[in-house]
């Protein structure tokens, strides 16, 4: 149907849904390797390391290597080197620290050049985000991993880190820099490392906003799957229209 150099891949609610494979999905990954269609993972998760998720990835089925992941954590990373500070507190769970840790002091304290917020699950308690509002207050910048509001778990659709860095936002009068989609930011560096240009690029997702707005607005074409987060009220309402809506990744032939 395109020109189409490489793809740009959600995780969550694409390729896969809670600890399974979406049906049909590792066959399209697959079939790009087949087709020598260059692609990157573009995921907002932030509750694990990039080597963990690669490690999941593998116990479903899928051939995707750890330097085809892109995530927040490496945006951020890339900006806090960028302004030589490396003190930040992370407001995360599970091991994403992993990515943070050997570069960075993640003690925090009143010295803290950034608070880096994520999806912190269970572990957000008013006495964490105080603690975050403290050093904000104190000179720190906001550095927001991802601001969506919410995403598609096993249990249902769950807050992400959206709800809460606004929430520090509106404390603060701060403005956080947001380094996951849509930064464009983000999709650059996926983009760069395939060596391929925006209007060359497809990127599949299943958030409207998030993924198909952030990508539009740099000029790539959008594709976007009815499985995830997907709901038509959204589709209807969004700002923007993906050039096309396709079941689930399963049907990424059609849009070759």
């Known amino acids: 149907m395109m020109d189409v150099k490489g793809f740009l891949i959600d995780l969550d609610g694409v390729l896969t849904l809670g600890n399974r494979a979406i049906d049909g999905a590792q066959e399209a990954i697959d079939l790009l390797k087949e087709k020598k269609i260059r692609f990157r993972c573009v995921s907002n998760t932030t509750r694990a390391c990039r080597k ?25 990373i890339a900006c806090m080197n960028a302004a030589g500070k490396h003190r930040c507190m992370l407001v995360t769970t599970g091991d994403v620290h992993k990515d943070f840790e050997h570069t960075f002091d993640l003690n925090g304290g009143a010295a803290t050049d950034y608070v880096v917020i994520g999806d912190a699950g269970d572990t957000m308690t008013y006495r964490l985000l105080n603690t975050a509002f403290c050093a904000v207050n104190a000179g720190a910048e906001i550095i927001a991993l991802e601001k969506d509001r919410f995403w598609m778990s096993p249990d249902g ?26 930064s464009p930011k983000f999709f650059e560096m996926a983009l760069k490392d395939m060596n391929v240009r925006t209007d060359q690029a497809l990127m599949i997702g299943d958030d409207i906003l998030t993924d198909i707005a952030g990508a ?13 987060k997907f709901n038509e ?17 399963a049907n990424i032939r059609d849009l070759l």
């Open 157 to 182: 659709l769950m807050l992400s880190a959206g709800p809460f860095v606004a929430a520090l936002e509106f404390a603060t009068g701060k403005t956080a820099t947001v380094v996951g989609k849509p």
């Open 52 to 76: 963990t998720i690669a490690e999941r990835l593998a116990r479903l089925g899928f051939d995707i290597p750890e330097s085809s992941l892109f995530t927040p954590p490496l945006a951020a």
């Open 233 to 249: 009220e959204s589709l209807r309402s969004a700002p923007v229209t993906p050039d096309w809506v396709i079941d689930s990744i």
């Open 216 to 228: 539009r607005s740099m000029g790539m074409k959008t594709g976007l799957v009815r499985t995830g």
